[in-house]
């Protein structure tokens, strides 16, 4: 099994910035494509970053295009992600998860889910 475990959150000020961590524990994850997530209150969750096991395939959504920045390391099992430029809109609890194979924007393809951390942007 892989356990995922987000850090990083916090409460940041609109154009302001943060990263977050997701570190992973069980087996490696080198082989794995690993995605965040996002969920706002009263909101279904939603897509936001997916990078390839080996770092090459991106892929962001619209709404963070430009703004954030997916990244990983797999000597330390871990991804990343680089938030620039927040808004108000991007508040909401953001997950890490992974799956074996191939990038994907799908989330029910996503096998294992980290337990969130809180972003809150102030206005």
């Known amino acids: 099994q892989v356990q995922l475990v987000e850090s990083g959150g916090g409460l940041v000020q609109a154009a302001g910035s943060l990263r977050l961590s997701c570190a992973a524990s069980?087996?490696?994850?080198?082989?794995?494509?690993m995605g965040w997530f996002r969920q706002a209150p009263g909101k279904g969750r939603e897509f936001v970053a997916v990078?390839?096991?080996?770092?090459?395939?991106?892929y962001y959504a619209d709404s963070v295009k430009g703004r954030f920045t997916i990244s990983r390391d797999n000597a330390k099992n871990t991804v990343y992600l680089q938030m620039n430029s927040l808004k108000p809109e991007d508040t909401a609890v953001y997950y890490c998860?992974?799956?074996?194979?191939?990038?994907?924007?799908?989330?029910?393809?996503?096998?294992?889910w980290g337990q969130g951390t809180q972003v809150t942007v102030s206005s």
């Open positions: 990078i390839s096991g080996s770092g090459t395939f991106l």
């Open positions: 998860a992974a799956k074996s194979g191939p990038i994907t924007r799908v989330i029910g393809a996503y096998d294992y």
């Open positions: 069980g087996r490696t994850v080198s082989n794995y494509a």
